[in-house]
């Protein structure tokens, strides 16, 4: 027992509030920090030295920085945010298609209405120009229309499809900095507390990548990350990180996510995902969009088909009155596929509305006489010609619209309530690793006091060592 | 519970976007009256919305349809009413010259007129509303009755009329053939021939007999003229019941898809409340800050 040991004690003290204040204040400036957890020093006495029989203590040490983290809260957070990144894609796009199909806007049903009011007026003055000029401005509608929903549709797609590929170089850049990172704790973990915040940041990353695909990770004895993606293929191993890459499929058109491995060998695992932003765009532009198209095209094909099945029935008035034979000609351009895409009047009738039949039948003259063709093209809109003949035109253009609804309603909700639990686990972990300004003032009021005590004992030993010069 | 400070702040963020959508949502609704701004909104009364529009369009399609062929039907009716004064006047000289009192002369200047009758008559038959000759039957662009020499008339009309839809699946023949008014059973033009040769010849007997053509030609024609009044009364009937028929539908889409706008306001009401409450809380929250406290 010496003064010089109370010094000793002092020095400790100090070094160890101060410590205590710089976590402190690492927590505070990080108190806004995504994914940040907080910090805290663990004091520990210093073992006791013996002197005359007595074991007198000799102050305290840091003996370790800690992080405050539940690793099944971050476990559960990364799949919650699975889904939820996934439910944001869906929410988005069903909103962004909802937009495309909308009546208020494409008016679509409204154009086929107008287009078949035309007809019927048509049948009302069967030889009027004037009448046929507004069957050809309402058909050009109408193809309009259905062209505007199929190219709106597509571009969605394509955009889609971009957004793979910046999604794959997302993970990629991520998968390696948690390589990096993973290279980092191994490094640090000799140490005692130096890999807190390499860990913190390479969760945050996890979350990220969590959100992008479903994914399979644990930890090593040092705390590196072996990340798989949930059909086994390896991502990240240690500070080695596997890149993903796309490649145009041929006959889509479109790209697919294929894993590479050392060699350079690349396998297609497109259809491996099972959650997470790229399962939802993969879904989005290879299912629900290709189902929309689907219905555009139905509904395109089979007013082409029923249409000029009736008008090639027809005479028109440019009627060769040496024939008595229907004139033959499509009222819409004849298609094969695509009908949507392409869907347009046939060249015939844009040259000239004169090539419009409204007759079934011509007179002596080779006139064409009555407005039959006129009457029957207009009651296709009351025929029951699409879903294999159970539908209506009104009918089916009405189910699209109500089929979008349910899906983009449910997508929201779905959405809504993905959020409310991702809300609720984020409070759980906030509960354990968030910053709390409050007991962090507390904390620094406490360190600054053991600061000054500390101080205080310097002055105690200085004071005792002046005393003792003095005696000398 | 611990609540941290960066969680506060992202609640309060998250929580004030929330009501902001809605009070937008509210607003949005109460500027454009309505109740369903997209299909999500309500998709089962989104896509009836789409059926009872083109119901509505489809209705006011018939009307224009009902409202040509009453203004169709009154021609008709002017015209047959012409065609009914024509033929009484040619009776009266008919019964007239038919009379042993009548010479020659007489009856060859009463030729003339019934000439000037038959000329009228094929002006008459020759109506045409817009581009359409009203008597021609399906060929509608076709002039259906030319005078010859020797004022027999010849018809180039066809006997039947076209018909058009003035419902779903309800047709209705766009008036009367001029086959049906002038030519068959009874041949007006050839009864009023014979009559203005038999003047012309001064043969009383072909005058006297002339008179059976002309009494069941005014018969043909007075079936016509009521043929063409209870048309045009089933045709303003359809009006009506097509006008109230708009009102109903009407109806029902405004109640499906258009706001109350006493609940809307309201909603709105309850909303910006939310709103304000929401800030003011924050506002009070933010006082309760340790820093606050230390000097």
Not at chain 1, 315 to 332: A, K, R, W
């Amino acid at each position: 027992m010496s003064i010089s040991s109370i010094l000793n004690i002092a020095k400790n003290a100090l070094s160890a509030s101060q410590i205590g204040m710089q976590v402190t204040s690492h927590n505070i400036s990080n108190v806004n920090t995504k994914g940040y957890a907080r910090q805290a020093p663990v004091f520990e006495e210093l073992s006791p030295s013996s002197i005359g029989g007595l074991l007198l203590g000799n102050g305290v040490k840091v003996d370790s920085i800690v992080r405050y983290a539940d690793k099944y809260i971050e476990k559960q957070l990364n799949l919650k945010n699975n889904e939820l990144q996934e439910q944001t894609i869906y929410s988005q796009y069903f909103e962004r298609i909802e937009g495309i199909l909308n009546e208020d806007s494409n008016k679509l049903t409204n154009y086929i209405t107008d287009f078949f009011n035309a007809w019927h007026e048509l049948s009302t003055d069967p030889q009027s120009t004037a009448l046929r000029q507004a069957v050809l401005a309402s058909g050009q509608n109408l193809t309009r229309s259905i062209n505007n929903i199929y190219s709106g549709l597509k571009n969605l797609q394509i955009e889609l499809n971009n957004k793979v590929k910046f999604e794959i170089e997302n993970i990629n850049r991520i998968t390696s900095s948690i390589a990096d990172l993973n290279k980092m704790i191994f490094e640090g973990a000799s140490s005692t507390s130096e890999a807190n915040d390499y860990i913190t940041k390479r969760n945050e990353y996890i979350k990220e990548l969590s959100g992008k695909i479903d994914i399979n990770y644990f930890e090593d004895e040092y705390g590196r990350a072996t990340i798989l993606t949930s059909k086994g293929k390896a991502l990240v191993d240690g500070g080695q990180s596997w890149n993903l890459d796309v490649i145009d499929d041929e006959t889509t058109g479109f790209y697919k996510i294929v894993w590479k491995d050392f060699s350079g060998k690349s396998t297609d695992i497109t259809d491996n995902f099972q959650g997470g932003s790229v399962y939802g765009i993969l879904r989005m532009r290879d299912g629900e969009i290709n189902n929309f198209i689907a219905d555009m095209d139905e509904l395109a094909g089979a007013i082409i088909t029923e249409v000029n099945k009736v008008h090639k029935n027809g005479f028109t008035l440019t009627h060769d009155p040496s024939s008595t034979e229907p004139d033959n000609i499509s009222f819409f351009k004849e298609l094969t596929g695509n009908y949507s895409k392409d869907m347009a009047l046939s060249d015939d009738v844009l040259k000239d509305i004169k090539n419009i039949a409204a007759s079934d039948n011509i007179d002596e003259n080779g006139k064409p006489i009555g407005n039959v063709i006129a009457l029957n093209i207009a009651s296709i809109i009351d025929q029951k010609i699409l879903n294999s003949n159970s539908s209506t035109i009104v009918e089916f253009t009405s189910s699209i619209t109500n089929r979008i609804g349910q899906l983009s309603r449910a997508a929201k909700d779905t959405l809504e309530y993905s959020q409310d639990t991702m809300q609720i686990m984020e409070k759980q972990r906030e509960d354990v690793s968030g910053v709390s300004l409050d007991e962090e003032m507390a904390n620094l009021i406490k360190f600054q006091y053991a600061f000054q005590a500390a101080t205080r004992l310097f002055t105690v030993a200085d004071n005792l060592f002046q005393s003792l010069l003095e005696a000398v | 519970m611990r609540v941290t400070d960066s969680l506060k702040y992202e609640l309060f963020t998250r929580n004030l976007s929330k009501i902001k959508g809605l009070v937008d949502t509210a607003q949005t609704r109460i500027a454009s009256g309505k109740k369903v701004l997209s299909p999500s909104d309500d998709p089962v009364a989104a896509s009836s919305g789409i059926g009872l529009e083109v119901e509505k369009k489809m209705n006011l399609q018939y009307e224009r349809t009902l409202n040509k062929l009453k203004t169709l039907g009154s021609f008709y009716d002017t015209a047959i009413t012409g065609i009914h004064e024509l033929l009484t006047k040619a009776k009266e000289i008919a019964i007239t010259q038919a009379s042993s009192t009548m010479d020659a002369a007489t009856r060859k200047s009463s030729a003339e007129q019934i000439k000037g009758i038959i000329e009228q008559l094929v002006t008459i038959g020759n109506t045409k509303l817009g581009n359409t000759y009203i008597f021609a039957g399906e060929k509608t662009d076709t002039v259906p009755f030319t005078l010859n020499n020797g004022y027999t008339v010849t018809y180039n009309g066809t006997e039947d009329v076209s018909s058009v839809f003035i419902d779903r699946a309800t047709k209705e023949e766009s008036g009367i053939s001029g086959n049906r008014v002038f030519i068959s059973d009874t041949n007006i033009f050839t009864v009023l021939k014979d009559l203005k040769d038999a003047l012309e010849e001064n043969n009383v007997e072909g005058i006297r007999s002339s008179l059976d053509g002309l009494n069941a030609s005014l018969e043909k024609t007075e079936t016509n003229l009521s043929y063409i009044g209870t048309y045009v009364s089933r045709i303003e009937d359809y009006i009506s019941y097509k006008e109230t028929r708009d009102l109903d539908i009407e109806e029902v889409i405004s109640s499906m898809l258009d706001i109350d706008i006493t609940q809307a306001v309201t909603e709105f009401n309850m909303l910006t409340n939310a709103y304000q409450a929401m800030l003011y809380s924050m506002a009070k929250i933010q006082d309760l800050n340790v820093l606050n406290y230390l000097k």
